[in-house]
């Protein structure tokens, strides 16, 4: 992705999902009516990974102000400590709000739209749902860069982990088990939405066709065993 700058005034969220083994990633997402993927950061596996994570989302959050920073809490509780101790400390940064854990295999809740009252709703499976309904309403505007044909998941673009992302099995309760090892910026992508429904903080709106020329017009299929995305929001850069 070429260097892009925040704009004053704008939401930007960031998402993060912990991972020892295949370093940590990032994504900063802009929302103006619809959920812009502007960033990507992976900090590689190193002997100090965590600590570098932490200080990188210092740095970030320094430089584009998020709104929100939403987190993966499997790995995450003494990273999320130091975040919010760096925030009381710091009050400028705002660290000791921003920063939310999400447990996706536990209920997260949301705001249902009609009702206008808090539901809880298994938090991977809804979040999957929502992305999918993003994807398909051209809500998600996604950098062609991550469309990706590599074998190696550290260069693994978030389109291909898409493609590459389904259902196994369900439970006897009937929730979806989804394939892992392919998915970690997929999986910041689900964090970075959830203020979409759990915070008044944005609003998605409809892309009008007039927008068509910044999307590529060429159709990618991503298959799981019960549902098929047409990726067709990914921005020439």
Known sequence: MDEINPVPGNVYVLGVDWNKSAGTHMVIVEWTGKANLLKKIV?????????????????????????????????????VEMLKKYGVSNLGSGLQHKVKEVHMNQ??????????????????????????????????VLPESEDTSVTGDKQMGLVQQMRNFYIE??????????????????????????????????????????????LSLTPLVCLTLRWKIRLRNIKRL
């Open 43 to 79: 900090v590689p596996e190193s002997e100090y990974i965590q600590t570098d994570s932490v200080q990188m989302i210092i740095d970030l959050n320094q430089q584009w102000n998020f709104k929100h920073i939403f987190v993966d809490a499997g790995y995450g509780s003494t990273q």
């Open 169 to 214: 099995s369900y439970s006897v309760h009937g929730l979806p088990r989804y394939s892992q090892g392919q998915e970690h910026t997929l999986t910041a992508i689900y964090l970075s939405l959830v203020v979409a429904w759990c915070w008044k903080t944005v609003t998605l709106s409809k892309v009008h066709s007039r927008s068509v020329e910044l």
């Open 107 to 140: 209920s997260i809740e949301i705001l249902d739209p009609i009702t206008n009252k808090s539901v809880k709703k298994p938090a991977k499976q809804f979040l999957v749902q929502q992305t999918v309904k993003l994807l398909e309403d051209k809500l998600m």
